[in-house]
């Protein structure tokens, strides 16, 4: 009679999520999505990072800086991140507290969604607000029949809360990547512009090396 050997180990749900995190971790340093950067701290918790939100151009928070607490569930990717503003926004779909509440951070969560893919929704958001299940209903009802005082409220807050700079982390194994497309380039991450200089502050400091 033949043993039948016994199945592969399989690896614990949390290892697989550290493993996700980790590459989408270095894709931020590497490639951040648009008008996002990392945080000023170096990542000591991988279930916790801070991100930098620079407001887009033609919202009414360009010129702000936004930092940003994303916090990744222990079952991730399949538990939604929950991304909360540490300034104040004025932002029909930013609560008082900071929570951003949107429905891909609950029901219509799905484990195909990055953490880059979740950031560049919420500055899609910045750009054109979702009405159907405001945070702030005052924000809400103001943007849809307000839409002058709306805006001039919110570049207010921007300039009262989030003026001032937040320079971002660079890790050296990270660095020394972009050094070396620098180097092959002749220009430092010109992919990583975006058209709004999210990374010129940094490109800066390598041409100072």
């Known amino acids: 009679m033949s043993v039948r050997a016994p199945p592969p180990p399989t690896m614990p749900e949390c290892d697989w999520a550290v493993r996700r995190i980790r590459k989408e971790l270095n894709l931020l340093w590497l490639d951040p999505p648009a008008f996002c950067r ?78 880059s893919t979740a950031l560049l929704s919420v500055v899609s958001v910045l750009y054109d607000p979702l009405l159907d299940l405001p945070a702030r209903r005052d924000a809400a009802l103001q943007y849809r029949h307000q839409r002058g005082l709306f805006e001039q409220k919110a570049r207010r807050w921007t300039h009262r809360y989030a003026s001032a700079p937040v320079a971002s982390f660079c890790p050296a194994a990270a660095r020394k990547e972009l050094l070396e497309e620098a180097a092959t380039t002749g220009a430092v991450a010109r992919r990583r512009f975006c058209g709004v200089g999210k990374w010129r502050f940094f490109g800066a400091r390598l041409l100072a090396i």
Do not use: C, Q
């Not at 991100?51 to 222990?74: E, M, Q, R």
């Not at 929570?99 to 029901?107: N, V």
């Open 38 to 115: 990392p945080g000023p701290a170096p990542v000591t918790d991988l279930f916790h990072w801070e991100v930098v939100i620079d407001g887009p151009d033609g919202s009414p928070y360009a010129g702000g800086t936004f930092p940003v607490d994303v916090a990744i569930p222990k079952k991730y990717p399949m538990k939604p991140l929950k991304i909360t503003f540490k300034t104040k926004v004025y932002h029909p779909n930013i609560g008082p507290e900071g929570r951003m509440a949107l429905d891909i951070f609950g029901e219509w969560w799905s484990p195909a969604i990055t953490i």
